[in-house]
């Protein structure tokens, strides 16, 4: 069997360390370092070529996918009475995301020395939410936490699901969008010069609506460049502030009163927030210590800051249902809900099935919001194409009446 070279890190007397050794694979490598007395945390194939390191670096992105799948693997497995450290061990050798198997070797030597699960998934916040944490946490101090998981990994797939419909049902609008884009870009580019050209050689003044196209299909030569450039940073600026505070606040309410988009937008948030309170319930969360973490799911600050006003409510003593009745947003059939579960004592069952409730009013709506973009979609593209075609033939036309 041929020998390859392994980059591996490990921890040794508390302090990681990090190094490269060769092996047939890297089970073996694996085994070499407990062997040695070391607690291997991350081994990988080092690359041998600097564009192979860039293809490894560029795919070492956890998806939402892989870590819902990697939740459910290990609800499975401790609940099949394999240990923590087996289950995270098995699950890290077969995932094919790199950063998770980084993550999850980590979180395996965290657990070897003596943390807790939550504490170890702690140290990583950017793949594991305060929800899932809390969870964990409830799960692991009530001698549940097969069951805790199993919840967790549900609640992720309802929120993939839902998120995968509301994608697929965007694809379309985008894809013309982008076509249109690219098409009217390359008319006024290179099919408008060449009318230009003719124009100009038959000494002619042009049409009012002539002579604004080619002063754009001018501009976009010159400026075309820099305005790209503007477009680029401002969607730069975007990314990285977005989920600024200042911004949110500014942006958040406006996203909610979007025509038609903003009707979905808020269900989706309730949807999201709905599932994670009833999870929360269900492990044995209590509901203050829920409140105050499920606010951030829901993707929306105003959703958030009602939230947070409804803690407030709770935490003096008010009844969660009559504090959700008092913000308007929620609208008053979760509050209604919400008060016969907690008469019921089944407050879990009935804010999973609002959730499933705005589950299907959104995939419903999504396939509406469709329906109608299509058809204006087809009319704003052709009109802009047919506009175009218009102002480049206009001063043909009027030749031609003159001739005539």
Same mark, same amino acid.
């Given at each position: 069997?041929?020998?390859?070279?392994?980059?591996?890190?490990?921890? @040794?007397?508390?302090?990681?360390?990090?190094?490269?050794?060769?092996?047939?694979?890297?089970?073996? /490598?694996?085994?070499?370092?407990?062997?040695?007395?070391?607690?291997?945390?991350?081994?990988?194939?080092?690359?041998?070529?600097?564009?192979?390191?860039?293809?490894?670096?560029?795919?070492?992105?956890?998806?939402?996918?892989?870590?819902?799948?990697?939740?459910?693997?290990?609800?499975?497995?401790?609940?099949?009475?394999?240990?923590?450290?087996?289950?995270?061990?098995?699950?890290?050798?077969?995932?094919?995301?790199?950063?998770?198997?980084?993550?999850?070797?980590?979180?395996?030597?965290?657990?070897?020395?003596?943390?807790?699960?939550?504490?170890?998934?702690?140290?990583?916040?950017?793949?594991?939410?305060?929800?899932?944490?809390?969870?964990?946490?409830?799960?692991?101090?009530?001698?549940?936490?097969?069951?805790?998981?199993?919840?967790?990994?549900?609640?992720?797939?309802?929120?993939?699901?839902?998120?995968?419909?509301?994608?697929?049902?965007?694809?379309?609008?985008?894809?013309?969008?982008?076509?249109?884009?690219? /098409? /009217?870009?390359?008319?006024?580019?290179?099919?408008?010069?060449?009318?230009?050209?003719?124009?100009?050689?038959?000494?002619?003044?042009?049409?009012?609506?002539?002579?604004?196209?080619?002063?754009?299909?001018?501009?976009?030569? #010159?400026?075309?460049?820099?305005?790209?450039?503007?477009? @680029?940073?401002?969607?730069?600026?975007?990314?990285?502030?977005?989920?600024?505070?200042?911004?949110?606040?500014?942006?958040?309410?406006?996203?909610?009163?979007?025509?038609?988009?903003?009707?979905? *937008?808020?269900?989706?948030?309730?949807?999201?927030?709905?599932?994670?309170?009833?999870?929360?319930?269900?492990?044995?969360?209590?509901?203050?210590?829920?409140?105050?973490?499920?606010?951030?799911?829901?993707?929306?600050?105003?959703?958030?800051?009602?939230?947070?006003?409804?803690?407030?409510?709770?935490?003096?003593?008010? @009844?969660?249902?009559?504090?959700?009745?008092?913000?308007?947003?929620?609208?008053? *059939?979760?509050?209604? *809900?919400?008060?016969?579960?907690?008469?019921?004592?089944?407050?879990?069952?009935?804010?999973?099935?609002?959730?499933?409730?705005?589950?299907?009013?959104?995939?419903?709506?999504?396939?509406?919001?469709?329906?109608?973009?299509?058809?204006?979609?087809?009319?704003?593209?052709?009109? #802009?194409?047919?506009?175009?075609?218009?102002?480049?033939?206009?001063?043909?036309?009027?030749?031609?009446?003159?001739?005539?």
């Amino acid at each position: 069997m041929a020998t390859k070279t392994f980059e591996y890190t490990v921890i @040794a007397g508390g302090a990681t360390q990090s190094g490269k050794v060769d092996g047939p694979d890297a089970q073996t /490598v694996a085994r070499h370092l407990r062997e040695s007395g070391l607690t291997p945390i991350d081994i990988r194939e080092a690359p041998t070529s600097l564009l192979q390191r860039d293809i490894n670096i560029g795919g070492s992105r956890a998806k939402p996918k892989d870590v819902a799948v990697m939740i459910r693997q290990l609800a499975t497995m401790v609940n099949a009475g394999l240990s923590l450290l087996q289950s995270i061990t098995a699950i890290a050798d077969q995932s094919s995301s790199l950063a998770l198997q980084k993550v999850l070797r980590e979180v395996a030597g965290d657990i070897e020395t003596g943390w807790t699960l939550a504490d170890a998934l702690a140290k990583h916040p950017k793949m594991f939410s305060p929800v899932i944490l809390a969870m964990v946490r409830a799960g692991e101090a009530g001698g549940y936490l097969d069951a805790v998981l199993s919840s967790v990994a549900e609640q992720l797939e309802g929120e993939l699901r839902l998120r995968r419909a509301i994608k697929a049902a965007m694809v379309y609008p985008a894809v013309v969008l982008i076509f249109a884009f690219f /098409v /009217v870009i390359a008319m006024l580019l290179f099919i408008v010069p060449i009318f230009e050209g003719i124009f100009s050689d038959l000494g002619k003044e042009l049409p009012l609506p002539t002579q604004i196209l080619v002063s754009l299909s001018n501009f976009l030569k #010159i400026g075309g460049l820099p305005l790209a450039l503007v477009v @680029a940073f401002c969607g730069w600026w975007w990314a990285n502030h977005r989920n600024d505070l200042a911004v949110r606040e500014k942006v958040d309410p406006i996203k909610l009163k979007i025509p038609l988009v903003g009707g979905l *937008m808020l269900k989706v948030s309730l949807a999201r927030l709905s599932r994670s309170i009833a999870t929360m319930s269900r492990v044995g969360v209590p509901i203050v210590q829920t409140l105050d973490i499920v606010g951030e799911t829901s993707g929306n600050i105003v959703v958030t800051q009602a939230v947070e006003r409804v803690k407030q409510q709770v935490t003096r003593g008010s @009844a969660l249902g009559k504090a959700i009745s008092e913000e308007p947003i929620f609208g008053p *059939m979760i509050s209604r *809900m919400v008060s016969v579960g907690e008469d019921a004592g089944a407050l879990d069952s009935m804010l999973e099935k609002v959730a499933e409730f705005y589950d299907d009013e959104v995939q419903n709506a999504t396939a509406s919001i469709t329906s109608i973009i299509e058809p204006i979609l087809i009319v704003f593209v052709g009109s #802009i194409v047919g506009g175009i075609l218009i102002c480049l033939y206009f001063p043909i036309f009027q030749l031609s009446t003159a001739v005539e």
